[in-house]
């Protein structure tokens, strides 16, 4: 039987003749922890058209869990130095799957953010910095350790617990006015990104958020940065 388009819907039907199309609608429940996936299967080739069309829509619910994250982090006590728990991140970035997940979960975060620069701090802040970078269509940035770049820098002196350190950033790296995104693996007490949003600040660049894998709550790092904070991942103690 050959269908015409004598209605809205049909006309929609028509359009779409010859066709397929597949809908996935993804609802996230059960705190977090589970996607619920529906399928929703809608052929519109002519050929059905001469069965009611409610028999040619198939809702096949699929049940994905969310990675934990979390779990693909690695804890190394007494480092480094005793009383230490270091939290290593290079067991999540070994797995590819967990990886990407990291990256896709910050790219959904930002998308919608003015971004003009990612700006990572050295030295895992690179690899996390990078390649959201590159997701969200923007231009990387590296914060160095002090003589670490080639060319003429701007640097900027801040406390560390047992001392000072110094970070520096290409002269030419961040045009004034430019919205930037500062990204690092872990904060703690907050003091090596503070140093560093201080170096932005002072090159005229105007920060729009930070991010951050993982937090240590405990030590309270984001009460030192003014604009908003947003980490995958929380751990409670040092």
Not at 200 to 207: A, D, L
Request: net charge negative.
């Amino acid at each position: 039987t050959q269908m015409t388009p004598n209605n809205s819907l049909n006309k929609k039907l028509w359009e779409y003749s010859r066709s397929s199309c597949i809908i996935m609608c993804f609802f996230l429940c059960n705190g977090g922890k589970r996607f619920f996936v529906f399928n929703l299967s809608i052929c519109l080739n002519h050929r059905f058209f001469s069965r009611p069309f409610s028999r040619t829509i198939t809702l096949l619910p699929l049940f994905y869990p969310m990675m934990d994250l979390k779990e693909k982090i690695r804890t190394i006590p007494d480092f480094p130095e005793p009383g230490i728990l270091f939290r290593d991140i290079t067991t999540l970035l070994s797995d590819a799957e967990a990886l990407n997940e990291m990256i896709e979960r910050f790219t959904e975060h930002y998308h919608d953010e003015k971004i003009d620069l990612v700006v990572g701090v050295e030295s895992r802040g690179f690899i996390v910095g990078a390649p959201l970078a590159i997701r969200l269509g923007k231009g990387f940035v590296p914060i160095r350790k002090a003589g670490k770049l080639p060319g003429p820098t701007h640097g900027v002196d801040y406390e560390l617990e047992y001392g000072k350190d110094r970070v520096e950033v290409h002269q030419d790296a961040i045009p004034e006015g430019s919205r930037v995104l500062l990204v690092d693996d872990l904060i703690a007490t907050g003091g090596t990104i503070q140093g560093s949003a201080k170096l932005v600040k002072m090159v005229g660049g105007v920060i729009v958020g930070y991010a951050f894998v993982i937090e240590l709550v405990d030590l309270e790092g984001r009460k030192g940065l003014q604009e908003p904070v947003f980490s995958l991942i929380e751990f409670e103690g040092h």
